[in-house]
């Protein structure tokens, strides 16, 4: 079965960082392109970075951009999101989804979804 | 960026009922679009994609088409377990934006 697991959400304060990770199963991580998608309280869905399955290519949302790093190790099937500058507005709860990116097959659609992990940025 | 958007935003509708929903475009994305379901305090599920092919395991009463700008959802025969919220989303190009969602409740 194909399995995502999002850890390492939690209370940040604003201007603080944080990494979550998402540990993957059940397929073949390296082949896969993974994104991160968020969803603010009582919002709709929000796409926030995603990665090829090498990791050389990488892709963020604009209001992202310079704060926020996606990365892998597929030696550990795993994939992060490092956070950095975090303001109340990132307060979300965050997935991680097998996504692929480029190529005819990104008319896939995101198929794997972990439960997500929550982010809470307050003072 | 590809901005999209869904209407309704919410219907009411009994089981039994067939309800369709749109979802638009703001440019042409060909049929690089799919659909999700989504349940309270749950993570978003796929149902559809490349605009109307069904996901393994999804139902038969659900189905997808439109390609370009236009595309709908439709459910047919609507069953207790599919009052839920329903997205729409573009992987034409990066950001892979979704719509703002429609809210499924019952009548």
């Known amino acids: 079965e194909m399995q995502v697991v999002e850890s390492g959400g939690g209370l940040v304060q604003p201007g603080g960082s944080l990494r979550l990770s998402c540990a993957a199963s059940?397929?073949?991580?390296?082949?896969?392109?993974m994104s991160w998608v968020r969803q603010a309280p009582g919002k709709g869905l929000e796409w926030v970075s995603a990665v090829s399955g090498s990791g050389s290519r990488t892709y963020y949302a604009d209001s992202v951009r310079g704060r926020f790093t996606i990365s892998r190790d597929n030696s550990k099937n795993t994939l992060y999101l490092q956070m950095s500058s975090l303001s109340v507005e990132d307060s979300a709860v965050y997935y991680c989804t097998k996504s692929p990116i480029v190529g005819t097959t990104r008319a896939h659609g995101m198929d794997v979804w972990g439960q997500g992990t929550t982010l809470i940025v307050s003072s | 960026d590809i901005q999209m958007t869904q209407s309704p935003s919410s219907l009411s509708a009994s089981v039994g009922d067939t309800v369709t929903i749109t979802c638009r475009a703001s440019q042409a994305i060909s049929t690089y679009l799919s659909w999700y379901q989504q349940k309270p305090g749950r993570a978003p599920n796929l149902l559809i994609y490349?605009?109307?092919t069904l996901q393994s395991g999804v139902p038969s009463r659900f189905s997808g088409s439109g390609s370009g700008t236009d595309f709908t959802l439709s459910i047919s025969n609507l069953q207790p377990e599919d009052f839920a919220t329903y997205h729409c989303q573009q992987t034409n190009s990066v950001p892979f934006t979704f719509g703002p969602g429609t809210k499924v409740d019952l009548k």
């Open positions: 490349a605009a109307s």
């Open positions: 059940g397929f073949t991580f390296s082949n896969s392109a």
